[in-house]
């Protein structure tokens, strides 16, 4: 099965570069999703990395490191608007009607103060 | 594109009522569609898995003849919350899988049903 672990919660300053991460234990790996979501509201797809590296888009970055399990999203420049839950996601690779779930990890509650 | 929608937006009812709450893939087709539940601060918590034509797989300790699931097309699938309890109050989202999707594990979220029990 997985088994996701992040931070609950991390505190920055706006303007400031904020690094989330994300630790993962798997016994098959079919990539990994970061997930924003604003208090009462959906998830929105931020990134999937299936590739060890790093992928940029705009402000938000995503790392992954298969080998060490570990992934992390980097947000630059952080605004007040960037305060949210931040959740790390894999695919089950067990699922057995291939219907590919997502296990979430617990999220990590971002607040960025003035 | 890529777009979920979810109806009610919120919902109050009274214990012992039963509450149904609708999933629609507004522009693609979803063989699968899935219901999460999440409570304040915590995160999303996967009841079921709703498949197209066919039965919905539960969850471990998800009570299948609590929230029935039925997914009569490929654009609709409904969670019915039956004798709703306030402990049943939540935040309900789904979301669904494009059946021609380019990243086979991706899924695109509605925006949520808060249901409240009273």
Known sequence: GQNIDQPTEMTATEGAIVQINCTYQTSGFNGLFWYQQHAGEAPTFLSYNVLDGLEEKGRFSSFLSRSKGYSYLLLKELQMKDSASYLCAAPDPFTVDSSYKLIFGSGTRLLVRP | ?118
């Not at chain 2, 996967?46 to 699931?69: P, R, W």
């Not at chain 2, 935040?91 to 899988?97: E, M």
């Open chain 2, 1 to 118: 594109g890529a777009v979920v929608s979810q109806h009610p937006s919120w919902v109050i009812c009274k214990s012992g009522t039963s509450v149904k709450i609708e999933c629609r893939s507004l522009d693609f087709q979803a063989t699968t569609m899935f219901w999460y539940r999440q409570f304040p601060k915590q995160s999303l918590m996967l009841m079921a898995t709703s498949n197209e034509g066919s039965k919905a797989t539960y969850e471990q300790g998800v009570e299948k003849d609590k929230f029935l699931i039925n997914h009569a097309s490929l654009t609709l699938s409904t969670l019915t919350v039956t004798s709703a309890h306030p402990e049943d109050s939540s935040f309900y989202i789904c979301s669904a899988r494009d059946i021609i999707a380019q990243l086979g594990y991706e899924q695109y979220f509605g925006p949520g049903t808060r249901l409240t029990v009273t």
